[in-house]
């Protein structure tokens, strides 16, 4: 692997110059690595051959500390009225058929205000460490959902979900996610990657689940208060975090 930055953002009115830091990832066996230093996948550009992976301000669970949570539950029961089955596939062995791509698209296409076209689509099904791919169907074999997941022998990070979005209002999402932690855990892995928490439209995830950390751009911190008030805070950046406490 490779670690390098990029310059980014110039403010002079708070002397802020940013640089953005971003990884290659040149083998498999670097995956642990990489999600345990903060990166998360770029797919942003159909013109990267080689995975690369950027720095953000990351989510994981630590499964050790996980367990569920009474809003775990109570979603659990819900959802149990469509007697849900999971299954986990290899990517190598998924069958990548017209009518997956189009329940994929429809949900991204409402659900992603357009940043998933067809064509990005195809790039982010292709990455080589995307391995495996959860299946959701209810008793009647309809398809609730699905779950692209990039996992070794001790992380998942779950990527991207899509799912049938009439059962929106029964938290089928949240569901999903619940239970693929709740997998994970009972796997023996060590953590789950959640993607980036930015603004309150992600404060959904440290609402539902025990066991948290954030990359902080050093270090994993579990103080979910502080990344609370982040998350308010974000669209009304001032400057960073060191020169606030000056």
């Not at 659900?111 to 299946?135: C, K, N, Q, T, V």
């Not at 398809?143 to 692209?148: D, E, K, R």
């Not at 693929?180 to 990657?193: C, F, N, P, R, T």
Request: charged share 30%; with cysteine.
């Amino acid at each position: 692997m490779k670690i390098f930055r990029s310059e980014s953002l110039v403010d002079y009115r708070t002397y802020t110059f940013n640089y953005a830091v971003y990884c290659r990832q040149d083998e498999a066996t670097e995956t642990d690595e990489i999600y345990r230093s903060g990166f998360l996948p770029y797919s942003n550009s159909l013109e990267l051959i080689q995975p690369h992976h950027y720095l953000a301000r990351s989510l994981r669970v630590v499964l050790d500390n996980f367990k569920p949570t009474s809003e775990n539950r109570r979603i659990d029961k819900k959802i149990a009225e469509l007697k849900p089955a999971i299954k986990l596939w290899q990517k190598k062995d998924f069958d990548n058929h017209e009518t997956f791509q189009k329940f994929c698209l429809d949900y991204a296409a409402v659900r992603f205000d357009g940043a998933m076209p067809e064509d990005r689509f195809a790039y982010i099904y292709d990455w080589p460490y995307l391995s495996h791919i959860f299946e959701f169907k209810d008793v009647n074999q309809n398809i609730l959902g699905y779950v692209f997941a990039v996992m070794s022998e001790n992380i998942l990070h779950y990527w991207f979900s899509f799912y049938d979005l009439q059962y929106s209002r029964l938290g089928l999402g949240k569901w999903m996610m619940f239970k693929i932690i709740d997998w994970s855990k009972e796997q023996g892995l060590k953590e789950v990657y959640l993607g980036t928490c930015y603004g309150t439209k992600a404060m959904y995830k440290m609402r539902d689940f025990k066991g948290l950390e954030y990359f902080d751009g050093n270090t994993w911190n579990p103080d979910m208060k502080q990344l609370k008030q982040k998350c308010k805070t974000d669209d009304n950046f001032v400057a960073d975090d060191f020169k606030q406490t000056l």
